[in-house]
Structure formats: structure tokens, C-alpha cells
């Protein structure tokens, strides 16, 4: 049997597998499959992919373009930094929020990271 004969019977089986236990998989990409359980809500899974990928694509493209530091402006607490840092950017962030509330829980997720500052300030004109 040839590699290629190969793969696609451990595909099969794979997917099979997967079906029998009540799960879905749809193919997004070369080697990326997509889970859901079975009558499981396709469009929130398709939503949480797609906010996926729209943060590894903005990291992709401060990398690109060698930015060295993002500044979130009306940071509430913390969402986009994190998002960013969970999608592999590793540069500054410089986050400000004047909410006192939202500031405690952001200044909380900033915690240990040294390359992330929080400010509790409001930037405008």
C-alpha cells in the first residue's frame, strides 16, 4: 500500500471514529480540521474560528512589519492584549483604560508579563 493510501485509510478511520462519538469535522485549512459536536451551533464555532484568525492575522502583520509596540487605547480589561499575546505577538503593549474598575482587572491580566504597561488614563484630543 502506498504512503498516500496510507493516510487516507488513517484519515477514514480517524473520521469515523469521530462521527461515531457524535462529533463533526469540517476541513479548514492543510491539516487543520474544525470540531463540533454533532447538532452542535456551526455559526458560533464558525464566529469563535474566525475571531481566531483575525488575531493571528493581525499579529502576523505587526511581525511583518517589525512593530515593536501596540498601543489599546480604552483597553477595558485586557481582552484585545491577551488575544494578541495568545496569537504569538511578544512585542510592547501599552494599554489605557480610566474606568477604576476595569483598570484593577486589567492591571490584573498585565501582571507578569514585563513587556505589557497599563495606564489608568483616558487618551483623547
Excluded at 504512503?3 to 487516507?8: D, E, L, N, P, V
Excluded at 469540517?26 to 458560533?44: F, H, I, K, N, T
Excluded at 495568545?86 to 480610566?98: H, L, M, R, V
Aim: hydrophobic letters at 45%; glycine letters at 12%.
Amino acid at each position: 500500500m502506498s504512503a498516500r493510501r496510507g493516510r487516507a485509510a488513517w484519515r477514514r478511520r480517524i473520521l469515523g471514529a469521530l462521527r461515531a462519538a457524535g462529533v463533526d469535522a469540517v476541513r479548514v485549512a492543510p491539516g487543520s480540521l474544525l470540531l463540533s459536536r454533532r447538532g452542535g451551533d456551526w455559526q458560533a464555532v464558525d464566529k469563535a474560528f474566525g475571531h481566531y484568525l483575525v488575531h493571528r492575522h493581525v499579529a502576523g502583520i505587526l511581525a511583518m512589519y517589525r512593530v515593536n509596540c501596540v498601543i489599546d487605547v480604552g483597553a477595558n480589561r485586557g481582552q484585545y492584549a491577551r488575544q494578541l499575546r495568545q496569537a504569538g505577538y511578544g512585542g510592547n503593549i501599552a494599554s489605557f483604560e480610566p474606568v477604576p474598575d476595569d483598570y484593577a482587572r486589567l492591571a490584573a491580566a498585565a501582571r507578569g508579563d514585563e513587556r505589557w504597561t497599563v495606564h489608568p488614563y483616558a487618551l483623547g484630543r
